[in-house]
């Protein structure tokens, strides 16, 4: 069946750094991917998407680009701020549906 | 515009008892979904609702089921709690076009302890 992997957490980093957040999926057929972000004490938030390969979602300075000769779709960003605290979660969606498949998630830690 | 809403936000129960949660869609939203998510864990699929129907079920137990009423709104229950139970159960809803959802948004979910 559809799986997601993601790197393993907690990532913690300064301020301005760089950040990427590895994924890679095992899917049937053209899946549609997702990154999401959970601020503690909430529901998860759509972060960007991509629907089909060589497709690169963006929002608010976080990117990825669907890959799918490798299979993945790492989150990446040039200069994180403490405000991007959160568990980030990739999930990609089949083909003939919006049944959601969600990697663990990545705990991320900013600091000032 | 209010976006998915669920009620509880929190509660407490009892193994072996029941539980009733509820979600409201975000307005203009058909389908809602349910999803379990354990402590450190991801979002575990449950089952999908659309037209007052089961449109889709995860790997969960007869245990956990649901419905959807007319105005969209959806209720899962969940018999003879375990204390596996445990977790945030996540709503989300989306509109169902053409056999493929837009885009799901999630409410703040219901925290369910079962001790």
């Known amino acids: 069946g559809n799986s997601v992997t993601q790197m393993e957490g907690p990532v913690t980093l300064s301020e301005e750094a760089f950040l990427t957040i590895n994924c890679t999926y095992t899917a049937t057929g053209y899946p549609s991917l997702f990154w999401y972000v959970q601020y503690p004490g909430e529901g998860l938030q759509l972060l960007l998407k991509?629907?089909?390969?060589?497709d690169k979602g963006s929002n608010k300075g976080f990117e990825a680009t669907y890959r799918k000769e490798t299979t993945s779709f790492h989150l990446e960003k040039g200069s994180v701020q403490v405000s991007d605290s959160a568990v980030y979660f990739c999930a990609l969606s089949g083909q003939y549906g919006n049944k959601l498949v969600f990697g663990a998630g990545t705990i991320l830690r900013v600091k000032s | 515009d209010a976006g998915v809403t669920q009620s509880p936000t929190h509660l407490i129960k009892t193994r072996g008892q029941q539980v009733t949660l509820r979600c409201s869609p975000k307005?203009?939203?058909?389908?809602v979904s349910w999803y379990q998510q354990a402590l450190g864990q991801g979002p575990q699929f449950i089952f999908q609702y659309y037209e007052e129907e089961e449109r889709q079920r995860g790997n969960f137990p007869d245990r956990f089921s649901g419905h959807q009423f007319p105005n969209y709104s959806s209720e899962l229950n969940v018999n003879a709690l375990l204390l596996g139970d445990s977790a945030l159960y996540l709503c989300?809803?989306?509109?169902?076009?053409?056999?493929?959802?837009?885009?799901?948004?999630f409410g703040q979910g219901t925290r369910l302890t079962v001790v």
């Open positions: 307005s203009g939203h058909d389908t």
């Open positions: 989300a809803s989306s509109l169902l076009t053409g056999g493929s959802d837009t885009e799901a948004f």
């Open positions: 991509a629907t089909k390969a060589d």
